[in-house]
């Protein structure tokens, strides 16, 4: 079982940043890849970002692209997302997960997901 916590959200004027942050529970985080998902209200859950479990391959949706960076610590068992250029339509709330491999993160078939955190960005 792994668990993950999602930390940093808040409320940001357009063109602001924010870091996301998602400790998970155990040594074995390596072993995984993450993936940052977001969903607005009554909207469908959306791929943002996923990275491989050493960091050598990173994959983000067209939308984030040039604005978005995620990256990983596997010494602190933490994955981020770097949200620059925030625009109104990235307001959602921001979770991450874990699986086995990419394929299923960008399948959207993560064996972890954790609760998110809520960004919100202000025109």
């Known amino acids: 079982q792994v668990q993950l916590v999602e930390s940093g959200g808040g409320l940001v004027q357009a063109g602001g940043s924010l870091r996301l942050s998602c400790a998970a529970s155990r040594r074995t985080f390596s072993n995984y890849a993450m993936g940052w998902f977001r969903q607005a209200p009554g909207k469908e859950r959306e791929f943002v970002a996923a990275?491989?479990?050493?960091?050598?391959?990173?994959y983000y949706v067209d939308s984030v692209k040039g604005r978005f960076t995620i990256s990983r610590d596997n010494a602190k068992n933490t994955v981020y997302l770097q949200m620059n250029s925030l625009k109104p339509q990235d307001t959602a709330a921001y979770s991450c997960?874990?699986?086995?491999?990419?394929?299923?993160?960008?399948?959207?078939?993560?064996?972890?997901w954790g609760q998110g955190t809520q960004v919100t960005v202000s025109s």
């Open positions: 997960a874990a699986a086995p491999n990419l394929a299923q993160i960008l399948s959207h078939e993560a064996n972890y």
């Open positions: 990275i491989s479990f050493n960091g050598g391959s990173t």
